[in-house]
């Protein structure tokens, strides 16, 4: 049977539009499950005043069979096998024959009882009990109450369909019955709309212009998009996330073109797009990388035939644009660097000081970074960005427009005429936002955004603020998977524990947490991201944990095992050579350090293990140095041959103490290169057990 729910609201912030949606397949999906209702194709859409879920119901509860249970066996039963009082008295309480009972075994022993079908409940029973659940269950950023009633939802609800095989799913909530009636779009057809089922209520709502999928809204505004940008030759700034958001707002989306006035392009494109798109939700459109004195914006509205909608987004621009002239003129009329004392009075964090101290620190973290990466030949430029990357946050520009902040300075350090990697690495220093965002081209910027982001997080950890699954005020995990990213896009080579300790040391005695416990969190923390990481590009869980379980010392390394590891899991060697690691590692546990000495070597066996272990550690540990651990891995491959003779011919307890210790200390030293390339113990082996066994 076909379910289907619309909650029509008013109109309600694209945030909530997409958060709602989401919560209601999960809740309904547990709702439905728990209620054993058998649903299938369960599916949500929305429109900026609509809430809908369909699916395919069960008409009810399975039937099922109930065991009911009496008296004890020996008390139901005589001696000669007739029914007593009690079982007698039992079957009539229940309304059956004696002769219906059955002997029913259980836990506590053998009863007597008998077995009956319980016919399930109707769906529309109880979805009548489960939907008013649902609804009052969602929750929202900001929520609202309305009428006499104390229901609140994230606007005020006008209308419920519920329907169930086209019949009306009957209840109440918020002062609302529900019903079989919708209503086309607010403004262009407001009026009700009888409905039986999804396809109707769906191709009802677009006669009555209203698209209900915002994918096919988004497609529509797109193709709007490319049919008024095809005559100009140019193309969309892009803008993924205001798209999305332009989707969610629209029932009917119309996209209108604007102009403004080209004295305003003397401004640069990041301040023109962001005045737009902050202020009015409009498109920057861009011919190669120049802007065009043109816009579009998208309406809610079929047409805009008398023009008033360009019109109006034209007057409001133009007067917004006029403040960013005006911003960008004053604040050019003082350097960065006279700006920077200003800092002291902008508080980063109560307990961690204000930006001033945040940049003296991050000035000694780049210097120290740059210190440890081949590639960065001179400091000087990155310490210089370092020292003036905060100090657009005292510009009027970010205060007005705060997501231009990074990239005003970067922009303003361009025409003070600053060295191009001072610059580029100001305006990079924020990147990535988010892992499908782009890490910073520059090594300067990457190394800045690398020291800010660490900063961060080493010192809101250090105070004793923790991340958990719900809250990130902070956005620690945002920063941590950029650092992770930067590294393995750049593939930089540095200890990343050592890089902690100096961002440790530069905080000084301003974090109230022991330093172990600090380094403890973060390296757990960061271990998380990058599995995060991994298990988003598509490694296997086993071979992550391995890559991961030979440490964090250098990040860019930890990517090359994991991407080694799956590179070798189809060879024949591979499994073969995971169990006899992990027999070394079975036998070498609990055992204490031992020194090995090549002249107690008896077996011929052992001196060839050791022989061939001479040859590949020589060779192995300059590999792992330059993080090739595919060539690493298969020189470890020779191992297995030596390893498997040592274990047919040798006894490595042997009774002898000389003996035995050395032949531990022979594998705890290959023990010792194995967890340089990974923790082979976490991978998972097919038909590991039955090889165990045997």
């Known amino acids: 049977m076909e379910f289907l729910l619309e909650i029509n609201v008013e109109e309600m912030p694209s945030s909530h539009v997409r958060t709602a949606v989401e919560d209601l397949r999960d809740r309904f999906e547990k709702e439905l499950a728990a209620a054993k209702i058998p649903a299938k194709e369960l599916r949500t859409c929305s429109t900026c005043r609509r809430l809908v879920v369909v699916a395919e119901l069960a008409e009810g509860q399975e039937a099922r069979e109930q065991i009911i249970t009496g008296p004890p066996k020996a008390v139901a039963f005589g001696a000669d096998g007739a029914p007593t009082p009690a079982a007698l008295g039992f079957a009539r309480s229940r309304g059956i024959d004696v002769a219906q009972l059955e002997v029913i075994k259980t836990e506590k022993g053998e009863y007597v009882g008998f077995r009956r079908i319980e016919k399930g409940k109707d769906a529309a029973e109880i979805l009548g009990r489960i939907v008013p659940q649902v609804i009052g269950s969602l929750s929202f950023p900001k929520m609202m109450r309305w009428g006499q009633g104390q229901f609140r939802f994230s606007r005020p609800i006008r209308n419920i369909l519920c329907l169930l095989g086209g019949r009306i799913v009957a209840f109440e909530i918020g002062g609302l019955a529900s019903s079989d009636t919708t209503t086309g779009h607010k403004i262009r057809s407001p009026r009700k709309i009888a409905v039986t089922s999804f396809a109707q209520y769906r191709d009802a709502l677009k006669e009555q212009v209203v698209i209900l999928d915002a994918e096919e809204r988004k497609k529509a505004i797109l193709s709007q998009i490319e049919n008024l940008l095809v005559p100009l030759k140019a193309q969309l700034y892009p803008d993924p996330e205001l798209l999305n958001k332009l989707a969610n707002d629209v029932e009917c989306p119309l996209v209108v073109m604007g102009e403004f006035p080209e004295a305003y392009l003397d401004l640069p494109l990041e301040i023109l797009s962001t005045a737009m798109r902050e202020g009015q939700k409009l498109f920057s459109v861009v011919k190669g990388k120049k802007q065009l004195p043109c816009f579009l914006g998208v309406a809610d509205m079929p047409a805009d035939a008398k023009g008033f909608i360009r019109k109006g987004n034209e007057r409001v621009l133009k007067a917004r644009l006029e403040d960013a002239r005006f911003f960008w003129e004053q604040d050019l009329k003082l350097s960065l660097k006279k700006r920077a004392p200003a800092l002291k009075h902008v508080l980063f964090q109560e307990k961690l000081g204000s930006y001033d101290d945040k940049t003296q620190r991050l000035k000694k973290i780049t210097a120290y970074l740059c210190g440890k990466l081949e590639e960065c030949k001179d400091a000087a430029d990155v310490v210089t960005a370092a020292e003036l990357c905060k100090t657009d946050l005292v510009t009027d520009m ?297």
């Open 398 to 694: 970010v205060r007005e427009f705060p997501s231009l902040q990074g990239k005003v300075g970067g922009l303003y350090a361009r025409v003070e005429g600053l060295p191009a990697d001072v610059s580029q690495a100001i305006y990079e220093h924020y990147q990535p936002v988010g892992l499908d965002d782009e890490s910073p081209a520059s090594l300067a910027g990457a190394v800045l955004s690398i020291a800010d982001k660490l900063d961060s997080i080493v010192g809101v950890v250090g105070v004793g603020v923790q991340t958990t699954g719900s809250s990130d005020p902070f956005g620690l995990r945002r920063n941590a998977q950029g650092i992770c990213k930067i590294i393995l896009d750049r593939k930089l080579n540095f200890s990343f524990p050592r890089l902690m300790d100096k961002v440790l040391t530069v905080y000084g005695d301003k974090l109230k947490m022991p330093k172990k416990a600090i380094l403890d969190y973060c390296r757990e923390f960061f271990l998380n991201r990058l599995r995060y990481i991994y298990e988003r590009r598509g490694y296997r869980y086993d071979l992550i944990n391995a890559a991961l379980g030979a440490g964090l010392d250098n990040i860019s390394h930890s990517f090359f095992r994991v991407k080694a590891l799956d590179t070798l899991k189809a060879s024949s060697q591979f499994e073969p050579f995971i169990l006899m690691a992990k027999r070394v590692n079975n036998i070498l546990t609990g055992q204490p350090a031992c020194s090995l000495n090549a002249d107690l070597f008896a077996e011929k066996a052992e001196r060839n293990l050791y022989s061939t272990f001479s040859i590949v550690k020589e060779n192995v540990v300059p590999m792992i140095a330059k993080g090739d651990f595919a060539q690493a891995q298969k020189m470890v491959f020779r191992l297995q041959p030596g390893l498997n003779e040592f274990f047919d011919g040798v006894l490595v307890m042997a009774k002898e103490n000389k003996l035995r210790k050395n032949r531990l200390a022979l594998l705890q030293a290959i023990r010792r290169i194995l967890i340089q390339m990974a923790d082979y113990s976490q991978v998972v082996v097919e038909g590991e057990r039955s090889a165990v066994k045997k």
